[in-house]
């Protein structure tokens, strides 16, 4: 985390920083296995590879709390994937949000996912800004990365992802806590849903790449 700060702080046009011990011996502090990822523009894409390879490999359970969600055609159809061989695919979304292009183009993925067996869930008590993952219990992971192509590739992002089912429950209680916040999304409501929403969801897709 100290490195990725360094990188980031020396890579803006900032005053140079004072002298210090930046990377004192670590202390141990816990018995988790922790790894963090940073990824930069131009990068070698660390937390989407991580995030896609964990998504392909899930066995039992994918449960997703995005702020953003606008993903990419290569992890939508992981994700579909996922859930038609079996695995319980949720997501949480926010139900409104501070960017309503974003939300519009996520919302034009919906009906390929539930087509497909995916759950999702609006939030209705506030504007989400959460961004996790838990795969099968075990694997999660919380950091700045949203679930959009301009998180992936073009933004400066910090994920912290930790192996264990005991972490893991603690993500699942959060989801679940969510969960009972949310209201779900039907595929009979969706396609039920107002000719203004769908053009909305149109005309907010072709800036997908972009948001």
Not at 178 to 185: A, I, P, T, W, Y
């Amino acid at each position: 985390m100290q490195w990725l700060f360094i990188q980031n702080w020396t890579g803006q046009d900032a005053d140079d920083l004072r002298e210090a011990d930046y990377f004192p011996n670590p202390v141990i502090a816990g018995d988790k296995l922790v790894r963090i990822l940073g990824s930069e523009p131009g990068g070698k894409f660390e937390i989407y590879k991580a995030m896609l390879l964990a998504i392909q490999e899930a066995k039992k359970s994918i449960h997703i709390t995005c702020a953003y969600f606008v993903p990419d055609e290569q992890t939508l159809q992981a994700l579909i994937d996922a859930a038609r061989r079996g695995v319980k695919v949720e997501l949480v979304l926010p139900s409104v949000s501070d960017s309503g292009v974003v939300f519009h183009a996520g919302r034009a993925f919906y009906q390929r996912l539930l087509e497909a067996g995916v759950r999702i869930h609006e939030l209705n008590l506030a504007v989400l800004h959460a961004k996790t993952v838990v795969i099968d219990g075990v694997w999660s992971t919380v950091g700045s990365t949203n679930m959009d192509t301009r998180s992936f590739l073009h933004n400066s992002e910090v994920n912290v992802i930790v192996l264990g089912d005991a972490f893991g429950r603690e993500m699942e209680n959060a989801f679940r806590e969510d969960l009972r916040n949310s209201k779900e999304v039907t595929l009979a409501a969706w396609k039920d849903r107002p000719v203004v929403t769908r053009m909305k969801e149109w005309a907010a897709k072709w800036w997908d790449y972009w948001l």
